[in-house]
C-alpha cells in the first residue's frame, strides 16, 4: 500500500484545528468541543477547552455498552507469580466503577491526587482507571525507585491516598513494597490520609491501624453493597494524571495529562500510528510505571476497544528468551511494542533464536520499538527472525505519544535503519543550532518543535508553569525544546542521537546523572564527584561514578566505592542500574572549573578522545585512564 503520509501531514499542516476537529470526532464526549484551541490559556494553549468528557467512560464503559462487553478487555499474565487472568470489557468496567466507589468512600473526589505504587498487575490499570472515573489525578511511581524518590512524589503530589500492594516481584527476589510505603510516608512532609493495600499471595505486608485498608475487604464489601461509582463529568484540560520524569536535578518533573486532547491523540494514533483495528491484541511490553505503559498499556488499546496486556515478566529468564514468543502464540497479539533492550537481551542468550522455532507467531504484524535508541543491529536481527516490520519511533514522557515515526495504518515509508522516519501530524520538528537557526541537513542539531504542541502532550508540569517554561520554552522562544539532538538527511528522514542535558537511558529508562551525583556527594567522605552514562552492549548505558575523596580520609577506597553503590539503590532504587564507582585523585576540569564529563565518558567509551584546548591539567586524564584500566573498564 502506497504511503498516505504525505497527504495527512500536508492536510494538519495546512490547518491544524480543522485536523484534531476531525480526530476528536472518534470520542464520546459530554459536551463536544466548540472551540478547538485557545491559545491564550494555560502556558502555550489548551486543546479543546470548552469540552467536557470522561477518560474511563471511553475506556469501558463505552465499549462495555457498545456490543464489546464480552471482549476482552485486558489479559493478564504472569510467569512470576505464576497467574494468568482475562477481564473482559465488561468484568473491566464494574471492577473499576467498584474501586471507583470505594475511593469516594475513602472521601476521593475530583482533582484529589492518588499515589498509584503497584507492580504490574491488573488492579494496577483498575487502579488508573477508577481515578479517571470520579476525576481523581493518578499519579503512579515505578516499583524499581527507592523510598526516598517516592516521597519526593508524595511531597509534590500531596495525594489524599494511596494505591499500593504488599509486593512485587522480581525474578529470584520480592519486592516488599510495604516497608518503602511506610519509609516515604515518613520521609514525606506531605501525609497521605490512607492507604488501600492489595495484599498478594508472595508477602503479608503488616498495616497500620486507622490510616491502611485492605483492598480485597473494601471491594468486596462494595460489591455486596452493590455500590458502584458513575463516571464524572471533566473539563477535556482537567488533569488526568501527573507523572514524575527524570528532570536535570534530583527533583524529578511532574509531567500533567490532560483529559481530551490525550483521548484525541491516543485514539487517533491506534489505527493510524500502530494500524490497529478494536478488537485486535496490542501488547506493550513495559510497565504502567513509564509513560509507555500509561499510553499504551493503559489508555490507548482501551479507548481503541482492543485487547491489552499486563505482562509481570521479563523477556528473558521467566522462564527462557521464549517468553515474548509464547505470549504472541498464547494471546494472538497483532503488535508487540518494547524497548530495543528487550530484544538485545533475547539476542544476547539466544542469538540464533531457537526458542522461536517452538512458537507461532504468525498473528504478529509490527514490532514497534521506542525508549532509547534503536540500534541497527538490533533492528536487523528482529527483522531477520521476526519476518514483520520493525518500527522504531521517538517519544518522550512530555509529548505521552510518537513525535517521529512511520505511520503503519497510512501504509509504510521506506524504513532507514537508525531513523525513527517522519515528524507525526501534530508536530512541526526543526533541527536548530543556539541562536534557533535552522542547521543544514545531515549536520547535527538541537531538536525542537514548533508550538503549541499537539493535544495529548503536557500542558504544564504540576502547579508549576514556571519550570514548564523555563525547561522547555524558553532556551528556544516559540518552540519546545525536547533535549535531545539529532539531525534530518537530504529525504526529511529525522536521526535521534542523544540527550544534550545530563539525562542518561539505562534499558530504556530515563535516569538523572544530576541526581545521582547528588546523592554520591552526600556520602561524607566525598569531596567532588561526577556520573556519566557508559556505553552497555545490553542495556544501552549504564552509570559509572567518579568520586574524589576529602582530604585526610584514610580509608579504604574499595570499601567506599561500595558504600556509594549501596547509597545510590538505597536513596534513588535499584532501577537506577549503579553498579561502579571509582576513587579518584582529581577530576578533569576547564580552566573555569567545569568538569570535563563528555571526555570522561569518550575514555570510559573507548571512543577517540582528545584533551579538550580549555582543560587545567591534562595530566587528570592518564589518571583517569589510568582508573579506569584498574577497574577493567
Ligand atoms: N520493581 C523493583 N525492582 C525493579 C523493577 C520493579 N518494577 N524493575 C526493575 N527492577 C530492578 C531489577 O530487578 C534490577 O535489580 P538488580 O540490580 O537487583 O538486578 C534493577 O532494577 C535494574 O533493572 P533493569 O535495568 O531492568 O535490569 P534487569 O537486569 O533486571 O533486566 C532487561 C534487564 C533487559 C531484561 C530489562 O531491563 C528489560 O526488560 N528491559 C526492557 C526495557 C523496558 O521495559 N523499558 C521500559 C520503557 S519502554
Ligand atoms: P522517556 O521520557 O522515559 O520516554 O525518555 C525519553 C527519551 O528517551 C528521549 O528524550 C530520547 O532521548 C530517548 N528516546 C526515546 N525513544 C527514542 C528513540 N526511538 N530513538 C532515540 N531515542 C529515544
Given amino acids: 500500500m502506497a504511503s498516505r503520509y504525505e497527504e495527512v501531514y500536508g492536510a494538519w499542516r495546512a490547518n491544524p484545528e480543522a485536523f484534531w476537529a476531525q480526530a476528536a470526532r472518534e470520542v464520546d464526549w459530554i459536551k463536544p468541543p466548540t472551540q478547538i484551541f485557545d491559545a491564550d490559556a494555560g502556558v502555550y494553549g489548551h486543546w479543546f477547552p470548552d469540552a467536557t468528557c470522561n477518560t474511563c467512560y471511553n475506556a469501558l464503559d463505552r465499549h462495555a455498552d457498545g456490543g464489546r462487553a464480552e471482549q476482552a478487555a485486558l489479559i493478564y499474565d504472569s510467569p512470576l507469580a505464576d497467574a494468568k487472568r482475562i477481564y473482559t470489557y465488561g468484568q473491566l468496567r464494574d471492577e473499576v466503577a467498584t474501586l471507583a466507589a470505594v475511593l469516594q468512600d475513602q472521601g476521593v473526589t475530583k482533582g484529589d491526587r492518588v499515589i498509584v505504587y503497584m507492580p504490574m498487575i491488573p488492579e494496577a490499570v483498575m487502579a488508573m482507571l477508577a481515578c479517571a472515573r470520579i476525576g481523581a489525578i493518578h499519579s503512579v511511581v515505578f516499583g524499581g525507585f527507592a523510598a526516598k524518590e517516592l516521597a519526593t512524589r508524595i511531597d509534590d503530589a500531596k495525594p489524599k491516598l494511596v494505591l499500593t500492594a504488599s509486593c512485587g516481584i522480581e525474578p529470584g527476589r520480592i519486592v516488599k513494597y510495604k516497608p518503602l510505603l511506610d519509609q516515604a510516608i515518613d520521609l514525606a512532609s506531605s501525609k497521605p490520609q490512607s492507604v488501600i493495600l492489595l495484599q498478594r499471595p508472595q508477602e503479608a505486608a503488616s498495616m497500620i491501624a486507622g490510616r491502611d485498608h485492605d483492598w480485597a475487604a473494601l471491594v468486596t464489601a462494595a460489591k455486596s453493597a452493590g455500590k458502584q461509582a458513575p463516571c464524572v463529568e471533566l473539563a477535556a484540560t482537567d488533569p488526568l494524571y501527573i507523572l514524575y520524569t527524570s528532570g536535570t536535578t534530583g527533583i524529578p518533573k511532574g509531567v500533567v495529562r490532560d483529559n481530551g486532547g490525550h483521548m484525541v491523540a491516543l485514539k487517533w494514533s491506534m489505527k493510524n500510528m500502530y494500524g490497529i483495528e478494536p478488537g485486535e491484541v496490542f501488547w506493550a511490553a513495559s510497565d504502567v510505571g513509564w509513560v509507555v ?11 481503541h476497544g482492543a485487547t491489552t496486556v499486563c505482562f509481570e515478566g521479563k523477556p528473558v529468564g521467566t522462564p527462557d528468551p521464549g517468553a515474548f514468543w509464547r505470549m504472541i502464540e498464547e494471546y494472538k497479539i497483532t503488535a508487540l511494542f518494547t524497548a530495543p533492550t528487550a530484544f538485545r537481551a533475547i539476542k544476547k542468550e539466544d542469538p540464533d533464536a531457537k526458542h522461536l522455532a517452538r512458537y507461532s507467531t504468525k498473528s504478529l504484524r509490527t514490532l514497534f520499538l521506542a525508549g532509547e535508541r534503536a540500534d541497527p543491529d538490533t533492528v ?67 531538536i525542537v518543535i514548533k508550538l503549541p504542541l499537539p493535544p495529548g502532550c503536557l500542558p504544564t508540569l504540576w502547579q508549576n508553569d514556571e519550570r514548564m517554561s523555563e525547561s522547555y520554552l524558553s532556551e528556544f522562544p516559540g518552540f519546545y525544546k525536547t533535549a535531545d539532538a539529532g539531525f534530518r538527511d537530504a529525504g526529511g528522514y529525522l536521526y535521534i542521537m542523544g540527550r544534550t542535558d545530563d539525562i542518561i537511558n539505562v534499558a530504556g529508562h530515563r535516569l538523572s546523572t544530576g541526581g545521582m551525583e547528588e546523592v554520591l556527594a552526600s556520602h561524607p567522605n566525598v569531596a567532588e564527584c561526577a556520573v556519566i552514562g557508559m556505553k552497555d552492549s545490553l542495556k544501552g548505558e549504564t552509570p559509572l561514578g567518579f568520586i574524589v575523596l576529602k582530604a585526610g580520609v584514610d580509608r579504604d577506597p574499595a570499601i567506599i566505592e561500595k558504600e556509594i553503590v549501596a547509597l545510590v539503590r538505597e536513596k534513588i532504587g535499584p532501577v537506577a542500574a549503579f553498579k561502579m564507582a571509582v576513587v579518584v585523585d582529581r577530576l578533569p576540569k576547564t580552566r573555569s572549573g567545569k568538569i570535563l564529563r563528555g571526555t570522561m565518558k569518550k575514555i570510559a567509551d573507548h571512543d577517540e578522545w582528545t584533551a579538550p584546548a580549555t582543560i587545567d591539567d591534562p595530566a587528570i586524564l592518564t589518571e583517569i585512564v589510568d582508573a579506569l584500566q584498574k577497574k577493567g573498564v
Fill in 293 to 303: 505503559g500509561h499510553s499504551y498499556i493503559v489508555y490507548a488499546p482501551l479507548l
Fill in 380 to 446: 536487523a536481527w528482529a527483522e531477520r527472525i521476526l519476518g514483520v516490520p520493525v518500527i522504531d519511533h521517538w517519544w518522550q514522557t512530555e509529548t505521552g505519544r510518537c513525535v517521529v515515526g512511520n505511520l503503519v495504518g497510512l501504509g509504510l515509508l521506506p524504513v532507514i535503519h537508525g531513523s525513527p522516519t517522519v515528524p507525526m501530524p501534530g508536530y512541526d520538528v526543526r533541527i536548530v543550532d543556539e541562536a534557533v537557526k535552522p542547521v543544514e541537513d545531515g549536520k547535527m542539531g538541537s
